[in-house]
């Protein structure tokens, strides 16, 4: 990157519509007077607010941003997060502040990244963040894999500066006669990257915090050479579990690992937690739950879920259920898809979680749903509820079998197609 103030030639850009995750400081900021000058037509940035610092620094922070992306002729949008929307998710995920605000702060830009038509999202991340990371990763218990640390094309998130180190980035932006924000949080020990920036890495010559950024490009390398390969049907991440038992460690780690962050979950997974699912995995059989997760074990797959939150609501058509799953009623089906006569409901009808004393009453015999669960090896089910009992079990989207009451064989009334999708 030039320090001479002419605007570096080198710096790498993806094609389409670009979104910045600008929070103002020194790093994004440089990041931004780049692409006003070789991007400027196809670039907006935006910052959010995490209501997690003082209101007049806040205040202060918001309208220096704005100031400075009008300047450089950069769309900003501004989106504040509520206060103690940080400290509630931190809470209820178990999990430490960073890791919330971070967890929120990539899911407002992604949805509004997906609401305006921007194709990818560009952060700031360095060189010197990416030899912090690999420290932080070796003092920890991570895993080998993760070694690799920050990935510089990461699907829908792309880091242009992950080349650069944080002393040329500071000589650019001198040029440049912008002036950062300042986050206070970033003075605050409490944060281990912050103790690690503060204690460690001031020790590290240059060439050593280069060695530490290159063991990340190595084991990126290495590890996409073992990559283990999903299948998705219906709620759930499917491996093969001859191939995590076959596949180097790392591998099988891996797997594990990838399938926690594209489920969506905001819990890291430990070492220790990773340790016994994969011994799980070599035995075959039975389930284990790990942070948002459930695993389930067969003689031929390892199943990775979503958790699945306790529901109740009225049963009507398109009813969510909980992301990417909700009540289809006489929609498509086929030859497996439940058929009910509704008007043989006792009304008020329901569609909730399936429970531990539930019991439904089959065509040969009454069985309770938790054997229903456990012989079809499903973590969890919906069932529809009325006023004379259980009414019909829904398990397809988790690899089980719907079944209906007996009480609706050979009712009257045009049968209507019901389903989870």
């Not at 504040?80 to 929307?85: P, S, W, Y």
């Not at 998705?232 to 790392?250: N, Q």
């Not at 695993?295 to 909980?322: Q, V």
């Not at 749903?369 to 009992?389: C, F, H, N, T």
């Amino acid at each position: 990157m030039s320090s001479n103030g002419l605007i570096p030639s080198d710096v790498a850009l993806p094609p389409g519509r670009l979104l910045l995750a600008f929070s103002g400081g020194d790093d994004s900021l440089a990041l931004l007077s780049v692409l006003s000058e070789i991007a400027p037509g196809r670039t907006g940035a935006m910052y959010v607010n995490h209501a997690i610092r003082e209101e007049r620094e806040l205040a202060e922070e918001e309208e220096l941003n704005r100031h400075n992306a009008a300047l450089l002729g950069i769309p900003l949008h501004i989106e504040r997060l509520g206060r103690g929307r940080v400290d509630e998710l931190s809470r209820l995920k178990g999990i430490g502040t960073e890791a919330a605000a971070r967890t929120l702060r990539y899911e407002a830009l992604r949805r509004y990244a997906a609401e305006n038509g921007f194709d990818r999202i560009l952060t700031a991340h360095h060189r010197d963040d990416q030899a912090e990371t690999v420290a932080m990763r070796m003092l920890s218990s991570a895993p080998f894999y993760a070694w690799s640390a920050i990935v510089r094309d990461d699907g829908m998130l792309y880091r242009p500066l992950l080349p650069y180190w944080k002393s040329e980035i500071l000589d650019y932006l001198s040029s440049t006669g912008l002036t950062p924000s300042i986050d206070t949080t970033n003075e605050d020990t409490a944060y281990s990257r912050n103790r690690i920036r503060k204690a460690l890495m001031p020790s590290l010559s240059l060439e050593a915090k280069d060695m530490m950024a290159s063991i990340a490009d190595n084991v990126a390398a290495f590890r996409d050479k073992h990559r283990l390969e999903p299948s998705f049907s219906g709620f759930y991440i499917a491996y093969s579990r001859e191939d995590i038992i076959k596949a180097p460690r790392f591998a099988s780690e891996r797997a594990v690992y990838d399938a926690n962050a594209s489920l969506g979950s905001s819990m890291r997974i430990s070492r220790h937690a990773i340790d016994a699912v994969l011994s799980k995995a070599e035995e075959g059989r039975g389930s284990m739950a790990v942070g948002d997760l459930e695993f389930m074990f067969t003689k031929d797959e390892m199943r990775i879920y979503p958790s699945l939150p306790d529901f109740a609501m009225p049963f009507e058509d398109g009813a969510p259920i909980a992301d990417g799953l909700r009540l289809s009623i006489g929609g498509a089906c086929d030859g497996l898809t439940l058929r009910m006569p509704l008007s043989s409901l006792s009304h008020p009808a329901v569609i909730r979680s399936a429970r531990e004393c539930d019991v439904i009453a089959l065509k040969g015999a009454d069985k309770k749903v938790s054997e229903l669960m456990k012989d079809q090896r499903v973590p969890y089910a919906a069932v529809i509820e009325d006023r004379s009992g259980i009414a019909a079990y829904l398990a397809r989207p988790f690899g089980g079998r719907d079944r209906l009451s007996r009480r609706f064989l050979g009712a009257s009334g045009e049968p209507v197609a019901l389903a989870l999708i």
